[in-house]
């Protein structure tokens, strides 16, 4: 019995694995397919100070303020404040 569960939460486990490697692989390879396509109707120093600003500003920015989006929405549902997985 002690080796059923380890069996199944290791199987779990490596589930769960493979789906964030894979949504991981995804998201890395189309955003940077699509963030490239933006740039191509640009001149070569519209591009290249575009790309310079997204960088610094807006991929920070963007990720702080989904942060603080994802915060909200979970105080507002309820949420425990303590850190883990919880439902």
Partial sequence: FPGALVSSSSSALYLVAISLLTAKTMDYS???VLAELVYVPLDFESRYVGKEIIAV???RFG???MALILSGLNFIRGGSSGGGLSG
């Fill in 30 to 32: 189309l955003r940077n």
């Fill in 57 to 59: 500003f807006a991929n």
């Fill in 63 to 65: 990720k702080s303020g």
